[in-house]
């Protein structure tokens, strides 16, 4: 058993558990939208992120990965935590103005608008790889991938051409945060007319 | 590099016990004349740039033809970098060390006849110390040099680096030997940690304490573990571990075997960007001889300890430089980093206990050896001990390799070994640490060039990048180049570095022309602060510090673009005029010859003026006009 402080509140949480799961078995709340239990983290969403402190020490972390320790002091609202979760949904809003998920998420923080320059007004994927995850990991399909690097970064069938590893599962479909793998599945199985996955 | 070597060599033979070493080197010692006159031509990337190869085959061409008159005929040798490359192509007569500067084809037979005749050295092509005016002829009175301590490059320029004789000749494998005879692993371990030594790659993370991490996670999770070799060197202007690899490359095998044999890794990965051909050539090659003398490979110097190295390809990105996305692309999986709150030396490469070491870390590890823990700290200061290898670029003079111990003041690198900047002004600021790191300003510099007080200054060491700034730099446009920089390298996998760094970037574009307000400043601190805390690795982490360093020194100059509409560096396009002063122009007509736009027009002898309309900003006519009469404003 190891025992820790979440916003001030004592916890138990089991050895090798991370924040995160800790912090949901305590029914305290923190954003998450790359996260899901059926598939290894990945820490690119970053909006799980806490503050760890020691005395003057303090520290951002996220919490779906970083591993619970005896005496750790976690603070998931604090002001370094909401400037890190403000940008972030405010970046989100820019990169996928399409979805209804993101607008929502970021209203329930606050946040309703962006300061960033909208490229793609269609666009609802935020590149979180869960579909990417599931259907390698659960599935074991392998069907999808990240292709490109940086801001070129998409989803799609490897190498972007529709391929006849897809099963027809409608994992990724189930496990997407922001519903944009519905619109993208035929470009993974090979349906025309349909755009690629961006 | 071709082999240029022509000294008469022993068949490649398997040594089997640390005996047959000395004696090796006893017979490479005793064979070599230590009066033969040596012809050395540097081989960096460099002098190869400015002509080094045509240079070295009229050097031959010239000593075949003289063959008649030359006595002992002398040896011509290429060699690694020299360090000095702003006066490449280079060329120095040993054992005498005479020093030849910007040699051409032209001067071979000069050069060859001044050997052959014994009359003394060649003037025209000696150095000529910018201060005194007075021709320095020894390499070692060079003040460039004079000012270094050179620990880590001390074989460099001496040794052909594809020759393991050479090396061996010049005390390469000396401190495995002694490790293998007379240091327990532990020991090796105990020594590197007493050095104090911290990792040349970036963070200065205690080298010990790393190899200490690795014995204790190995004591958990047992073995295989591995030794890795960071070379990606992906820092703009920074190409110290590049010449490190090509002209030593034994040394860091030699540093990976110890660490290897202190580890009990049998295993090692030497991972080099793909665009670093030659490096790679010359660590193969390395390999190759190494293997074939038994100091690699199976039961290394009859010891029974066994290590193996191979060399993998950087596909050159950036990222990849970063710890656990370079051993996801040895994995051969897309270099994307994790975090790292499980850390390398317990899971690394394959998920088992690794090591990580910079090229420059693992060149030192047998000078720590051979010398001892204690002898290397006594180097530098007592928190960053031993040397460190910079390369010093930008408006500065003596553009190149310099390494000094750790604690010399910035000012005295910049002015001492680098001769200031060019027309004798003050420097503005020294970028250090690339990307990554931040600007010291002028005022600062006598601030000691070492981990903890770079740092404290707002910037850091890095790997060792040197770029220094005169006037003539902006610090809105250094900040955009280094974002701009980050955001092509980003790998895109964690939200804040992917989306955060581009609109960092297009807020100083903003800038640079003059829009912005406080309140974008505001922002920009604030979006800086959630980059930091919020991106995945340290690519994006650090992104910021160009800018924040840069705020946090010139401020002024961020608000005289934003509120005064003002370049006060004159290099922002969309905030400056060039305007020729009537006074001072002579009508010589050379500014209106080069101008790319035709926008300078004037009489002969007569003053001459830029068209506004016309003007592109270039700022040609301003180099070009010998009567300082263009002024930018
Ligand atoms: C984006 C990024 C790029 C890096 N590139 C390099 C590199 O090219 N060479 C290097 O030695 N270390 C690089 N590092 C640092 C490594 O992650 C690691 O700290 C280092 O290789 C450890 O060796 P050292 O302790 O000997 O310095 C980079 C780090 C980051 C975050
Ligand atoms: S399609 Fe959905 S699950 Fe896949 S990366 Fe995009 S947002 Fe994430
Ligand atoms: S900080 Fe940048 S480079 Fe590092 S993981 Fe995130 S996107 Fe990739
Ligand atoms: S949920 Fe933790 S990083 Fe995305
Ligand atoms: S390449 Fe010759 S001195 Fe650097």
Redesign the interface.
Known sequence: MVEFEIDGQKVQAQEGWTVLETARKYGIHIPTLCYHEAVKPSGACRLCVVELREGDWSKVVISCMYPVAEGLKVFTDSERVKNVRRWILEMLLAECPASEEIRQLAAQYGVTSTRFAIHDPDQDCILCGLCVRVCAEVVGANAISTVGRGVHKQIGAPYLEPGSDCVACGSCVTVCPTGAMRRRLDAVRGKPKVELAR | MAKASNAARPEPQRLNSVEELATLRQELLDSKDPNQAEIVVCYGTGCLASGARQVEAALKKALKAADMDVKVRPLIKTTGCRGFCSQGPLVVIQPEGIFYQKVSPQDAEDIVQALAQDAGPVQRLLYRDPKTGETIPHEKDIPFYKLQERLVLRRIGSIDPTDIYDTIAAGGYQALAKALTSMEPEQVVAEVEKSGLRGRGGAGFPTGRKWRGALKAIEKKGRPVYVVCNGDEGDPGAFMDCMVMEGDPHAVLEGMILGAYALGAEQGYLYVRAEYPVAIEHLSIAIEQARSLGLLGENILGSGFSFDVRINRGAG?FVCGESTALFTSIEGK?GEP??K??RSVEEGLWGRPTVLNNVETWANVPLIIENGGDWYAGIGVPHSTGTKVFSLVGKVNNVGLVEVPMGVPLGHIVEEIGGGVPGGKPFKAVQTGGPSGGCIPYELKDTPVDFDSLKAAGSMMGSGGMIVMDERDCVVDVARYFLRFL??????????C???L??MR?ILDDFSRGKGSQKDLE?LE??A???K????CALGGSAPNPLLATLRYFRDEYLAHIEGHKCPAGVCKDLITYRIDPDKCTGCTSCARMCPQGAISGEKKKPHAIDESACIRCGICLETCEFGAVEVF
Do not use: N
């Open positions: 990105a897309a994790r975090p709150y499980v955001e092509e390298e980003s790998c895109g996998k964690c939200i804040p992917r989306l955060g581009t609109r297009e922002d604030s979006l602060q959630a980059i805390d919020g991106a995945l």
